[in-house]
């Protein structure tokens, strides 16, 4: 009886340690399958894990093996899935199984190593952000009105561009073999809706965008963005816009630019990207599998969004176009093109990603490009609807009968933004805002934690950077007199923020919401003269640091500091110096520089 005991023993503890072995195995192949198979290969190898664990749990002898063996198999199935919480993944990809609609939803599925939910559809400014989000707006009417079209529009993008193509998924390990694995990557999908504004707030379009999940988990691409035009540059053209007699100012948007472009070769070190076809497109007219039974997959060979690179492929595109057109590069700004006519004739075309915004003097000129520009590229919807608008800044130009022709710069929507972020947090009793900041402000926001100074909560602190952030573009952009706040807020909020800096924060976004109707100007009476300024001082700051900044613009005819400025910065660092001349000089030497590089650009205009 006891030789049989043990002998059962022993049998029960080789079946255990055979499946533990077998569950093992298992977890290699699903990491292999994983980064090949995508989101299928993932849920079925789920499912058979989890039956392998189950059987594992249920072959301990005695309750001590039981237990042994249950942390075992969860733990590998943990490891195996690469999170934390597997029950929590569990509850998250049946959620996802669980989410049908009629009408096909490409899946957002990513690894959770990326930091990404599963099943999360990323969009922003009140776009429907999830699945369930989604069904609600089915239920509105608003997906099959507004959210169906946009997404079937952008994959006839796609499909017209080339971008893609189906392919067997025996194509990946072809790849492979011929390019080597570390140039093959295989991704999801992720689908962005997004309610598009102009610069005055109203919606102007419902916008899809399927983007390949090329995350740089997968291997980082290096110089891979877009260049844009510098906001000082687009001053300039703004002062330009104002002085020039008879210029014109539009602008453009290419639809679909990042679909546009050719990547590198792959016998010239491109990537090869494979992404994985959603169950759900199969109503929109995708085969998932070939006339063979296989499996098909979307070989990436052309420009899509997503990709780590595709902001500099279509960098390359439009700058090869413009070329073509008989347009010059600028040496200062490389995103700043013009044109010389007869008669001094005059077109100068900045651009911004995908935006451009041109102002010319000759009629023949704007004709000649306007007819190149819409053989090649098809013209965003958003232009008729943002007419008027560059980079989120509206340009406001008043040329007419007793007009006097001054250009205006400013921000209609972000101050309507920064009103309704500033609901719910009133400015303190006893506080101003007649300035940006107090006298003493700057002191007062670098004093250390104290009772009656403490630090604020992370949820404060969210709020506060979003506040900051979005009051950053404005003070960037068009209000140099809010700037120097800005700079000095911005150093406190992430690491020391005190109750302190929450006022002076509060302080400076209800000055911005209070002088919204401040615009930057420029006048035709501008003269070639420059006008600049700058200052600093050594050990001004509680910490011994140094404070010190610049402005310049051109004078008007009227005198000095009536005409917009151009360009200004604010030197914030610890120290940069040990002396008060020294820190004058440095500033000095900035202004200099950046005076220096437009005179360089009016030249070249």
């Known amino acids: 009886s006891t030789c049989s005991i043990l002998s059962a023993g022993r049998t029960q503890t080789l079946s255990r340690i055979q499946q533990e072995a077998e569950l093992a195995q298992w977890r290699e192949e699903v990491e292999a399958e994983e980064r090949m198979e995508g989101r299928d290969a993932l849920i079925g190898e789920m499912a058979r894990l989890s039956r392998l664990e189950t059987e594992v749990l249920g072959q301990g ?12 198999a969860e733990a590998t199935f943990k490891e195996c899935l690469g999170c934390e919480g597997a029950n929590d993944l569990r509850e998250t990809m049946e959620g996802w199984e669980k989410a049908q609609f009629a009408s096909a939803i490409p899946h957002a599925a990513c690894h959770p190593d990326d930091n990404m939910p599963v ?38 993008n796609g499909q017209d561009s080339k971008a893609w193509k189906l392919v067997p998924k025996s194509r990946i390990k072809e790849a492979q073999l011929q390019y080597g694995a570390h140039m093959v990557d295989v991704m999801y999908l992720v689908t962005q809706f997004k309610v598009k504004r102009d610069a005055s707030g109203n919606i102007t379009k419902y916008k899809a965008r399927t983007c390949v999940a090329d995350i740089k988990r997968l291997g980082e691409v290096r110089d891979s963005y877009s260049p844009a035009v510098a906001s000082s540059s687009r001053r300039m053209q703004a002062q330009l816009l104002a002085v020039l007699i008879g210029a014109t100012s539009d602008q453009n948007d290419v639809a679909n630019a990042y679909y546009r472009g050719i990547p590198l070769a792959y016998d010239k070190g491109g990537r090869v990207l494979f992404c994985h076809i959603p169950d ?170 104290s009772e009656g100074n403490p630090l604020m909560s992370e949820e404060m602190k969210s709020i506060a950077r979003s506040i900051l952030g979005l009051g950053g ?77 610049i402005a310049f ?36 030497t900035l202004a200099m520089k950046s005076i220096l590089g437009h005179r360089m650009m009016l030249k070249e205009l």
């Open 61 to 72: 002898a005695s309750e001590e093996a039981h237990h042994t063996s249950g942390a075992g």
């Open 119 to 156: 099943g999360k559809v990323f969009s922003v400014h009140g776009s429907p952000e999830t699945f369930s989000g989604l069904k609600q707006a089915k239920n509105s009417g608003m997906w099959e009105s507004a959210w169906l079209p946009a997404l079937r529009k952008d994959l006839k």
């Open 280 to 449: 759900e497109w199969a109503e929109l007219g995708y085969d998932l599998y070939d006339e063979n039974g296989e499996r098909n997959m979307l070989e990436v060979v052309g420009n899509v969004p997503g990709r780590q690179e595709a902001g500099k492929i279509w960098g390359e595109e439009y700058t090869r176009f413009l070329l073509s057109c008989g347009l010059s590069q600028s040496v200062v700004d490389r995103r700043v093109f013009y044109q010389h006519g007869k008669d001094g004739a005059l077109m100068v075309v900045a651009v911004y990603v995908d935006d451009s915004w041109r102002i010319s003097t000759c009629a023949k000129m704007r004709d000649d490009l306007d007819r190149k520009w819409k053989a090649e590229y098809d013209l965003s919807s958003d232009v008729e609807d943002t007419a008027g608008d560059f980079c989120g800044v509206k340009i406001v130009q008043h040329r007419g009968e007793g007009e006097d022709g001054r250009v205006e710069l400013t921000c209609p929507r972000l101050y309507g933004d920064m009103e309704e972020k500033l609901r719910g947090h009133p400015l303190p009793a006893g506080f101003k805002c007649t300035f940006p900041m107090s006298h003493d402000g700057p002191k007062l926001i670098m004093e250390p934690e």
């Open 473 to 549: 573009f404005i003070v960037s952009n068009v209000r140099p007199d809010a700037y120097f706040a800005f700079c000095t807020l911005s150093q406190c909020v992430g690491h020391h923020f005190t109750r302190n800096v929450w006022k002076a924060l509060l302080r400076w976004a209800y000055y911005l919401v209070a002088t919204k109707d401040v615009m930057l100007t420029y006048r035709p009476g501008a003269v070639a003269t420059w006008s600049m300024h700058s200052d600093s001082s050594l050990a001004n700051r509680i910490d011994g640091g140094s404070w010190g900044g």
């Open 553 to 588: 613009g051109m004078d008007s005819e009227e005198g000095a500091d009536t005409n917009g400025l151009l360009d200004w910065k604010c030197l914030t660092p610890k120290t940069f110096t040990d002396s008060t001349a020294a820190s004058e000089l440095v500033c000095a």
